[in-house]
């Protein structure tokens, strides 16, 4: 059987980056073919690039969310392409500006059951919230990394918090150790 770090899929990237000055959302949105923007239901324009597949909320004070990357280069890559159409409508935009990753979430299986009563237990009280009333998983706040890692009884797992790709690996590889120090991988 793989190992569970082999299983590890990034779902979404999100990062955020600015263009330095204030945007004009109202004209923006009419000269931005495809461009999404409601200000009744939310603040931002969103505008979708389909090569790489991501959305970028883009924000009057020029302040810009991009989300649903599936890794840092397609979040770089669509950011491009945004700022391209900005600079195409006479929008100065920096050479580079500085983009930040803000959350990276992936999921992986541990290719076991996990026992979540006894895992709520065994990993400590203060660093967990179980209540399977609720939701169906075990939330486990992490050092470090600091990520919060979501444990399902099929042996799933989704990491979240993380700002670097390896934040998930070093994750996943801590929690199956503290996971067998335990006992309770079958």
């Given at each position: 059987m793989s190992a569970p770090a082999d299983s590890i899929e990034i779902q979404n990237v999100?990062?955020?980056?600015?263009?330095?000055q204030e945007l004009d959302l109202e004209a923006l949105a009419d000269d931005l073919p495809g461009a999404d923007f409601n200000p009744d239901n939310f603040p931002g324009l969103v505008y979708r690039t389909q090569d790489p597949k991501a959305a970028a909320l883009i924000f009057r004070s020029g302040k810009i969310v991009c989300t649903g990357a599936?890794?840092?280069d397609d979040v770089h890559e669509?950011?491009?392409?945004?700022?391209?159409?900005?600079?195409?409508l006479s929008i100065p935009v920096d050479e580079n500006p500085e983009i930040t990753?803000?959350?990276?979430?992936?999921?992986?299986?541990?290719?076991?059951n996990l026992n979540l009563n006894a895992l709520a237990i065994g990993l400590g009280l203060?660093?967990?919230?179980?209540?399977p009333e609720q939701f169906p998983g075990l939330v486990y706040r992490m050092d470090e990394p600091e990520v919060v890692i979501l444990l399902f009884g099929s042996g799933k797992i989704v990491i979240t918090g993380?700002?670097?790709?390896?934040d998930a690996e070093t994750a996943?590889?801590?929690i199956v150790k503290r996971i067998d120090n335990l006992g309770l991988l079958d």
């Open positions: 999100v990062a955020s980056t600015g263009i330095g599936k890794s840092i669509a950011l491009g392409i945004i700022f391209d159409k900005l600079r195409g990753v803000q959350n990276i979430v992936s999921s992986a299986d541990l290719g076991h203060e660093d967990v919230e179980y209540e993380g700002k670097r790709t390896d996943v590889e801590e």
